[in-house]
């Protein structure tokens, strides 16, 4: 077991070095980055009032479903305290402040920390939320943690960052898409910058865990294929309403999602492709027989699990979030 640790210590040395050289490659500088405030009303300004209420006109046309998936990625983006504390916790890297993982959380919290201010704000003005019961949803995400199956290990966590933020560009992307179709061009805007910024996030896990392949292949693929095997267990799994149970509302909001095609099982397959395909998983060498078992189980699972999301019915609406107003 100790081995293993030292191993992974070892790797991870060489990767948060690696970081510290990359990092103004995938974050961008503070003084010139995006503000929510570049997007929402100027409440010094004379106009505030009246751009307000075109903010308001606007948000009264979007769809009930692409409400609630607004609310549900907006609460997800809200339990940030959650996942740098998550991130703190990884064994291997160095925990001093000025080193490469340290670093980079703080960073890269500090840049995803914009997106839930943005999106909370915009929500507060649009009148179409129950706020009390959104902030009551997003205490209840932050104070019941999360278990998503990475433990303190950073290969597995590489591959769930890697996973989790490309989907949340997909999320992103699409309901800027269909806002835009709705009418509202501000909120089209603010989940296009919000996506941007995941799209390269996702680039830089994506590029950690391939520094990660080149120097422990073996190790790196028995971590991806435990990922696959648990399945990718996305934040808003643990999203709860009052009187609800962790899971119950997780249910009603990925229905709404598949309705919309915001987020899909498809999206889940395609995004486990992609991953397979950046990282040469196919055509990687130097592997011992446990690790060319996890690559044949790698490379066998996109088409099963194709075909079983190409059988999903597309889910009925019947249910009223609490966080919805009216």
């Known amino acids: ?41 100027d409440s010094t300004s004379e106009n505030f009032y009246q751009d307000i209420r075109i903010l308001r006109e606007n948000a009264k046309d979007l769809s009930y479903d692409l409400v609630a998936v607004l609310i ?32 980079w959380n703080r960073h890269w919290t500090a840049e995803e920390n914009r997106h839930g201010d943005l ?22 995400l932050i104070a019941d943690g999360f278990d998503i199956g ?41 989940c296009g910058v919000i996506a941007s910024d995941e799209a390269r996030h996702a680039k830089a896990y994506k590029d950690f865990m391939n520094q990660i392949f080149r120097v422990d292949p073996n190790e790196a693929m028995l971590a991806f294929e435990d990922m696959m095997r648990k399945k990718i267990v996305m934040p808003a799994h643990f999203l709860r309403e009052v009187g609800l149970k962790i899971g119950q509302t997780f249910g009603h909001f990925t229905d709404a999602a ?16 992609s991953l397979i395909e950046d990282w040469k998983i196919e055509g990687m060498r130097d592997l011992n027989d446990a690790g060319e078992k996890a ?26 979030f609490t966080w919805i107003a009216g």
């Open 150 to 190: 990475t433990g303190h290990d950073p290969y597995r966590n590489f591959i769930y960052t890697s996973f989790q933020e490309l989907a949340t560009n997909i999320s992103h992307r699409r309901v800027a898409s269909l806002a835009k179709k709705d009418g509202d061009t501000l909120l089209s805007r603010m």
């Open 295 to 320: 690559r044949d189980y790698i490379m066998a699972l996109p088409s099963r699990l194709l075909r079983v999301a190409e059988r999903m019915k597309n889910p009925t609406m019947d249910y009223k």
């Open 72 to 103: 549900g990625d907006t609460i997800t983006e809200e339990a940030l305290p959650t996942y740098e504390s998550w991130l703190a916790m990884v064994q291997g890297p160095s925990m001093k402040e000025d080193g490469g993982w340290m670093k």
């Open 258 to 273: 598949q309705r919309l095609g915001v987020y899909t099982a498809i999206d889940y397959v395609e995004i486990m492709q």
């Open 1 to 41: 077991m100790s081995f293993f640790a030292d191993k992974r210590r070892e790797v991870m040395v060489h990767i948060e070095k690696y970081m510290l050289e990359m990092m103004d490659t995938y974050l961008k500088p503070i003084d010139t980055n995006w503000q929510p405030s570049d997007f929402l009303p």
């Open 119 to 140: 999106l909370n704000k915009y929500l507060y003005l649009s009148g179409r939320v129950d706020m009390r019961q959104m902030e009551i949803s997003t205490q209840y």
